[in-house]
């Protein structure tokens, strides 16, 4: 069941739910807006020619950070990953999920390719699969709405919460967008 705005500002309250910074205003019927963070990972198609995903992804991506008044342009066809300037967390009995804006989908912008979701107990600055699917190149500035944030209850509380010993928790707890550690699966 995902949770209303009035059990979201509970849960906030009570710990189950992490946003920070966090403003009231920014929650929406049934789920929280996020904004724009200003580090960004780029493929360096320069220096690269191929992805092999059982090796690290080094020097595969360059960092770019942008500022107040610099955006990041994105073009057509083109993928990076951004960040979320929320930390957002949940607690071992909650789960979320990242959705794009409406409004930035009817631009072409695809917030994630695959992995919007926040699993229980994990607390991170989340990572977005950014992809222009529009015919045009999209500008996008640090602090922007860049989506939302659904919370559901779990049935019960996860037996080991993301992060917990022999989970293989590539991304917990991560402040920047990191390149993939798929690797680390083989």
């Known amino acids: 069941m995902i949770l209303s705005d009035r059990d979201i500002k509970k849960e906030i309250q009570n710990g189950g739910i992490v946003v920070a910074p966090y403003d009231e205003k920014y929650v929406q019927p049934a789920s929280i807006d ?4 200003k580090e960004f990972l780029v493929f360096n198609t320069l220096k690269n020619f191929v992805i092999d995903v059982r090796e ?17 342009i994105l073009h057509p066809g083109e993928f990076a990953l951004g960040l979320v300037l929320e930390e957002t967390g949940v607690s071992s009995m909650i789960v979320g999920r990242l959705e794009g ?6 631009l072409g912008l695809i917030i994630h390719t695959t992995a919007g979701y926040l699993d229980p107990g994990n607390s991170l600055k989340m990572t977005l699969e950014l992809y222009n699917a529009g015919p045009l190149p999209i500008k996008l500035y ?8 659904a919370f559901e209850y779990l049935s019960t509380e996860c037996e080991k919460p993301y992060g917990s010993a022999g989970l293989n928790s590539k991304y917990f707890g ?9 690797y680390k699966n083989f």
Do not use: C
């Open 174 to 182: 991560d402040k920047l967008p990191r390149a993939s550690e798929m």
């Open 56 to 72: 690290k992804a080094e020097n595969l991506m360059d960092r770019i950070t942008i500022d107040e008044d610099t955006p990041f």
């Open 142 to 149: 640090h602090k922007m709405p860049i989506g939302q944030m």
């Open 101 to 106: 804006k409406s409004s930035l989908g009817r």
């Open 34 to 37: 996020l904004h724009l963070d």
